[in-house]
């Protein structure tokens, strides 16, 4: 446990300094860039719901409390989720050592 503390990073990959990185970027398909209109579309769609919610007259009863914090919490996961959508390939990887399981 004590070299895993003092030498965390040769368990998890090397830090690189800017200088020395050399993105390549991966250009996303068509079916990629659908796949992620339509996850946006469910916040976008979940965002309405909220600002209907918030002009309708039962503001702040159970039921409106329910499903405005549904469709916050649809939001929120989706933007947590968002980075995601970006894929990480192990072959574009350089350096560092492959953490064991």
């Not at 979940?46 to 702040?60: D, M, N, P, Q, T």
Request: with cysteine; proline share 3%.
């Amino acid at each position: 446990m004590v070299d895993f503390k003092n030498n965390h990073t040769a368990y998890w990959g090397k830090l690189y300094r800017a200088a020395e990185l050399k993105p390549e970027w991966r250009v996303p398909s068509p079916e990629d860039v659908n796949m992620a209109f339509e996850i946006i579309a469910i916040a976008d769609k979940s965002a309405i719901k909220v600002g209907k919610l918030i002009e309708s007259k039962a503001f702040g009863d159970k039921i409106w409390t329910n499903e405005f914090c549904r469709a916050m919490h649809m939001i929120n996961q989706v933007l947590k989720g968002s980075y995601n959508l970006i894929l990480e390939s192990e072959a574009s990887k350089i350096g560092g050592v492959k953490a064991e399981r």
